[in-house]
């Protein structure tokens, strides 16, 4: 199934492993991030629709056309309990391709969300359904039903490579993928990050600085800071 | 009265019906939009001061110079209550239009709201006093009153031609122009477009798909859709 | 100490007179830059990360390089009770330079705030832990501590000059800077203004036209304005 | 003909006085803007695609949604020699909705150039061929031909408003727009404000200052403005 | 070897047939897009960086961090004769990554051009050696050699996923990206579409309709496209 | 003399040297940058309004308010041979503040050109004139003359900051500020770059790679680049 491949619908993908998934939706988007090394953010135009929501699943793809939602209902279809659902455009278009009535079918499928490089719309009714939402617009316009895309294959999505069963992370810091085949190793990863996390909060707070915690002095000297009064 | 004609206030003007405006009141804005046929949406940079901000009512229309918002006290004296006045630009500008004191006149004189190609500032007060902007920025930049623009002609507010007279409807989703003349068929067309959708709402709900509530599996496969494992 | 040389702190710096950053953080940003002769605003792309953050407080300043926040942990030690982080960039980045950890740390030192044109990340947390943040973006991107900046020169921010020891002041309509020498004078002339606000806005809400009430009618007709039917 | 109406072709509309268009076409985008009243621009976005296009002439107007350029073959029929092809999209879009064979349909039938608020493609030929484009961008992603727009309707293009026949004028500075009705009025006003340029730019070269020339020292000293050395 | 691996180099990488892409060197960008079936491009911000650039070639891919070009020295000792480097970044940045120096050697190794989702400077002398660079931006401002990315991984550059060994091309239309395994059919797609333009562009220019030469009319009536005076 | 200080005009301004203005002339702005240390540029959007512009002189700097390029005139009077106007706007504008005229009366002053974070029109003009100038935006649109600025004062342009005296340096790679008083350093630091860089230029055009050049193999090892086949 290669990138951007027109007219195609698979039916059969290998989703990430669902312990896995429970482990990394404990997590912040900034943690995961950071336990991927740094990788796999989207870009930070994409923002919910309402303020906190969030979001972890596995993915399925969609390809559109710009001003065109026909996949949508095709993608529908290939939803699972715990599916994301990742849109990507064939070039930029802030349409509305989601509304409450594909909510309404995503939500009976057993969607965790959408994540889509376009518009939405019936921002209202979303936020009262609590169907999480990360879009790069919301717009009224209506799409078409004229051309078709594909589903469940590889697509850019906001900059980042999504394959179909790959996890996505959402929440007010952004949204990340992190591989199917990198679940189990991004959630210890996290994890350790986090244990690790909550000592430094506990120093900080108590006013130990990050200088000295961190022993930045000396490189800090050794680069060449100069303090001067 | 041209689009454009600078120096002119015109005080006798034709608002759309008060019946159809109290019908229309009752749609979001994209069902409006898909009951005008798709067209009439201002750009999508328009956004509310505070969540959940809607609005409906007749346009009072104003041009005004990039940072000068002279006009915008010649407009308050043409507000009706109904009204929402409707402020263009000629030029981009970000600038702080109106704020709290220009809220407090317009609410006095019965405006429903402001929608503004352009920027406002006092956006705690105007939430406090509940009084609905939408524009398409914030700032706190102050403006002069220097140059003479224009009350009551044909504007273009954020890529929308606004006739004086003509219905705004303005929620989460957007700002649509409804053209004084079809306020009635679009109030009806809307009424229909929503009796219909409870229903497709209810069959989604309960896990019929779009597919095929909307027979698409048949053109879907004419068009060449190919379905893998 | 001149703008953007690289690779000092400076340790000592003259804070406005905290009696008078009392006076001035009554004001609302519109007010103060009014007060302040229509100057001294950030660009309007500078968004508090939660509805309601204001922060008011004097200056102290970091440069940081794209991606890199290495001089974030320098300028923690620098920061007295009542001081606002002012953090630049020397080229657009949106990358996550801030997060709970230095903000713990930052509050643990008696910080009201940070402004950054740059990105932060956490956004939940220092949301739950209320501590202000205005920001160009919202990002989960991490950043990287190699590179020197400096703490405590001048620099500019969101394209307004910042002094070491200047008022910042922000709310939901911006961010506004005061040179530490102006404090006093003006948050005089911001009480000035807000007293003459108050009867105005009275004037107002019982119908008074600013047509009237600033004497408009006679310097409109003379520069032209016509009233048609 | 109401704005936005979709489905129509107009084919009789009244063109702007050919000699008046031929005398337009001797000024330069800002003297005819000037002789406006400073109205009627399209927003600066708008570029030729090649250094030094300039095209004037009457606008017939074709309205297309994103990603479909289907009524592009519709309004080549509409072309009369010595129009000017207004391109305007129900929504953003950046596609590449004209390319070498419409611009050499386009050019057999007479047109002047062509002003698009969406992209073009094939810039090389367009090039090599000269005919002039106007647009928001360029683009090789190709179009569909699914929907219905309309065919010299009203339209906003670019943040202004084109009646079909209204005369268009594109050069370095930017697109302008003359209403039919105004043309003539407009030559005049150019032709005397050019007039007048002539001696000032004579003046200025010899090394008279604006602020003489002009008399504004008295109203700058007035106004409160301070020389200090 | 996945997606935004750090810290890697690979060596051997299977490049696009050489006689497949001199055949594809010798469409337009426009042109390849639609033999790809209207997929593939670059966003449009990507642009020739002087008049009349453009390059073909198979990809060497980099990955870097935001102001740090490190791995561009990385990237050039795997150059071969007829590489184009194709750098992407791992977040938003336009600092100026490559200049004459890198170009230089580049050049040196054989490479055909540049194609960086970032900016780029010494654009006078990259122009006198006309070597191809499509940019995001053009900046002055340097960059560190602090942090490690990746060589000759998949990597998302300006909205288009590369892998090492796909086919670049780009000219005033843009960049498309062809997989390595599509270049030979990709090709005589093209070559297809083009011998069939000739004859249509014969046509159009002879004055023929493309309502007519496509048989628009019916399908457009059957969709209710009216015609009135 | 204060930021931002509004009704001023400074008469005696320091000027940088001659000899080093004259020296600096002879670089390109990514040269002087690094010069300096990697900062004093202005943001990327300034670009010349025709290819090969470029200039070098001395700063006498304006402050206007949107849309109003009164000042302009005032600050025509402070320029002396070999000086650079540099123009700031209190708040974003993109209107044309200069033109032909304006130009006319700059050049009979001595002027070198002119950098303007706003907007600048007759470009055509300009072009045949050969006047140099760097701007945000071209715009036709007309501005009025009524609101006071400042001439002299320090202002923020395009983000930097720019004291009267500076040097301005601008070319295809943007805008460089050179404080007056590091005028002669930032030249030798310039040139000693230079003279290294031809050594530099040699080598990789030789094939040399910088990995070999920079020493750089060992600290990538370091930092745990791996290779693999």
Known sequence: MSINQIGIVKRNIVRADKGAVERLARFGVATVHEAM???GLMKTYM?????GAHLCGTAVTVLMHPGD???MHVVAEQ???GDVVVAAVTSESTDGFFGDLLATSFKARGAKGLVIDGGVRD???LTAMQFPVFSKAISAKGTIKATLGSVNI???????LV???DVILADDDGVVVVPAA???QTAEAAQARESNEGDKRRKLADGVLGLDMYNMREPLARAGLKYID
Chains 1, 2, 3, 4, 5, 6 share one sequence.
């Open 37 to 39: 090394g740094r990788v």
């Open 47 to 51: 923002r919910p629709i309402y303020a």
């Open 69 to 71: 939602n026909w996949m």
């Open 79 to 81: 939803i699972q309990p």
């Open 123 to 125: 921002v209202k009714d």
């Open 154 to 160: 590889p697509v850019v999505c906001a900059g980042a």
């Open 163 to 165: 394959n179909p069963g």
């Open 182 to 184: 990198l679940t189990l």
